[in-house]
């Protein structure tokens, strides 16, 4: 019921006015997942409700990590920002359009579509370049690169990043196990902290009791990392994109 009255909230109205997607709303795959959010245990908060809850990675970036045999490493980010960017394809070669315009500060202090505010100085002026979240990293040690890695989800790429390199040099943890390692991820506003669902309860229950107000989502951010250790080389893409991608 709680899922159904989330959609109905967010999605019904008169179709002479409003699209109304009811083959998304009423297929069996979206009926399966949703299947599949249902605990015995216990409810979730109002936000883990819906149809904007469903592959909700799904978006317009992609990142790859490559390193050869001589050690010529690539960190690559693309993207077109949200999903299909613009909606827009150019005609003559077929290139969706981005709209990375979104990343500026439009107006100051309100959110854009992931929620991140800011000010005049990421203000919209001609011949500005917005603040990206796409954060491709390479770590060098002694000149040779000892670990490559990105990712792809919005203001999500930042913290996947930032943990994913934690875990591997300061953890020393494997690259398989820093990227699979459950995440957390606070862009300051909105005031909350948003955490995977692999988070054990008593780590959440720590979190809010230091006054945090906690989101539970299934996956944030999809990380591609590589490591050269001694003669050896690791790779590994981040199952949270082969476990969304089983659902589509």
């Not at 490493?73 to 999903?83: D, E, F, L």
Request: aromatic residues 8%; glycine residues 8%.
């Amino acid at each position: 019921m709680k899922h159904a009255f989330a959609d109905r909230a967010q999605f019904l109205g008169d179709p002479d006015f409003v699209h109304v997607p009811i083959r998304k709303l009423t297929s069996k795959d979206y009926a399966l997942w949703m299947r599949g959010r249902i605990s015995p245990d216990k409810t979730q908060p109002p936000n883990f409700y819906g149809y904007y809850n469903y592959n909700a990675e799904k978006g317009g970036t992609t990142h790859f990590s490559v390193i050869d045999r001589f050690g010529n490493a690539v960190s690559c980010t693309q993207s077109v920002n949200t999903r299909f960017g613009s909606k827009l394809i150019a005609a003559r070669t077929g290139i969706v359009l981005n709209n990375e315009m979104d990343d500026f500060a439009i107006h100051s202090g309100v959110g854009n579509v992931y929620g991140l505010v800011g000010n005049e100085a990421n203000s919209l002026q001609p011949n500005k370049r917005p603040l990206s979240s796409m954060s491709p990293t390479i770590i060098l040690q002694n000149g040779r690169p000892e670990l490559v890695v990105g990712a792809a989800g919005g203001p999500r790429i930042i913290s996947a990043t930032l943990q994913t390199i934690l875990n591997v040099i300061d953890f020393h943890m494997p690259v398989g196990a820093a990227v699979e390692a459950p995440r957390i991820h606070h862009q300051w506003l909105p005031e909350r902290l948003n955490v995977e669902t692999k988070i054990g309860e008593e780590a959440r229950k720590g979190l809010a009791q230091r006054g945090h107000t906690l989101r539970q989502q299934t996956e944030l951010g999809v990380v591609q990392a590589i490591t050269w250790q001694d003669s050896t080389m690791s790779g590994v893409a981040d199952s949270r994109k082969t476990e969304r991608a089983r659902t589509e």
